[in-house]
């Protein structure tokens, strides 16, 4: 059928190197398809003029093109845009496009930012996430997670210059689509957003942080922390009975020491569940430990679920206090807060109905 060939766009250099290699094709085809492919972003293997007829059809046997379609696009003029994409199998997907704050000279800076999703619902159920109140449909494949970078491209009319895997599901638990995609997201002859420019996003699945460490490129790395012990974190994210913070912390540890990029925690600010001035300490002593940046992010009220973010004032009070024990501080309210778009709030509303 031929719906069960490999999407071409979901193919690596080195995959479709082998390719040409097994059927007798000279090294020099890649480089031609591969700039049909991702430069001038054609549909068909027609349309590649420089190619034989005979690898054309070698090519059209072999792999398809296919963009899964997106179906609704919702937003705020000129601000962030949130886009459900249906999948081949009916599943749907959501991904948020987040222009450049302003930039520190008051003009408004053109980059964009894509949060992109990794997995249809999420298998690790943290308690206040709105992806993980379904549970894991399936992975993405690595096709599906470089389509929703090709719409956004398509929709905001502009090239994506930051990703972020913060959308629906934990990217380390799908490696072995996620690595690939990587390869073509970075390739010069791909997407070519630079490795500095992606930012992986995990609660601490273990497992995958060490394949993360092994990856050779400079990704940026966030953790979602949201609780500096054991005892908060076991109460809000599953993860943590499996990988608690004797391991999780070692895993950082790696990572630093491998001499990657500084790690960045990602802190939601829960009104009586980690916002004490215990919890501040707990979480300026790994940061510190780790020399690791902080971003705390006040919670957003999910339909359904009984948290609430505590008052600006004692964010702000909670910030001062990292700030002033020289810990790197952000606070971000998420700016899709509004049309429930803010990134680890997606989830299958459609579907749900609500
Ligand atoms: N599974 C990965 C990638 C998703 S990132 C991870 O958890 O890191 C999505 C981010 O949004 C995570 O930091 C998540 O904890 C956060 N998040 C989830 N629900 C949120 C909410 N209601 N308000 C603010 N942030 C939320
Ligand atoms: Fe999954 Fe991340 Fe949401 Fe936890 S916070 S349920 S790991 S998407």
Request: with cysteine.
């Amino acid at each position: 059928m031929a719906n069960d060939l490999p999407v071409i766009t979901g193919i690596t250099e080195s995959e479709l190197s082998n390719f040409l290699k097994e059927h007798g094709q000279s090294s020099f085809r890649q480089k031609q398809i591969l700039d049909w492919v991702w430069r001038k972003r054609v549909q068909t293997f027609d349309e590649m003029t420089n190619l034989s007829p005979a690898l054309r059809s070698l090519l059209a046997e072999n792999f398809r093109f296919y963009q899964p379609e997106v179906i609704e696009l919702t937003g705020l003029k000129g601000g962030t845009r949130k886009f459900l994409t249906k999948m081949e199998d009916g599943n749907l997907v959501e991904s948020v496009i987040i222009p450049a704050a302003r930039a520190e000279d008051g003009e408004q800076s053109s980059r964009i930012t894509l949060c992109v999703s990794s997995q249809v619902g999420c298998a690790f159920g943290c308690k206040f996430c709105a992806s993980g109140l379904l549970g894991l449909t399936r992975n993405l494949t690595t096709a599906e997670m470089i389509g929703q970078i090709l719409s956004a491209e398509k929709i905001a009319n502009h090239r994506i210059d930051n990703l972020v895997f913060m959308g629906m599901g934990e990217p380390l638990a799908n490696g072995k689509n996620l690595f690939p995609a990587l390869d073509i997201i970075t390739a010069h002859m791909g997407l070519g957003i630079g490795a500095r420019h992606i930012t992986i996003s995990t609660s601490g699945f273990v497992p995958g942080i060490k394949q993360l460490i092994d990856y050779p490129k400079q990704i940026q790395f966030a953790i979602s922390l949201h609780g500096a012990s054991n005892k908060v974190r076991n109460e809000i994210m599953p993860v943590n009975t499996k990988w608690p913070l004797e391991e999780l912390v070692p895993a950082l540890q790696e990572w630093v020491d491998a001499g990657k990029q500084k790690p960045t925690l990602e802190y939601i600010l829960i009104k009586d569940v980690n916002d004490s001035p215990k919890d501040c300490q707990d979480l300026i002593s790994i940061a510190r430990k780790l020399n690791a940046k902080v971003n705390l992010i006040p919670y957003n009220t999910v339909k359904g679920l009984q948290w609430t973010r505590p008052s600006e004032e004692h964010c702000k009070q909670f910030c001062k206090t990292i700030n002033y024990a020289r810990i790197q501080v952000t606070m971000r309210y998420e700016k899709g807060h509004d049309i429930n778009a803010a990134c680890g709030q997606l989830r299958l509303r459609k579907e749900q109905g609500i």
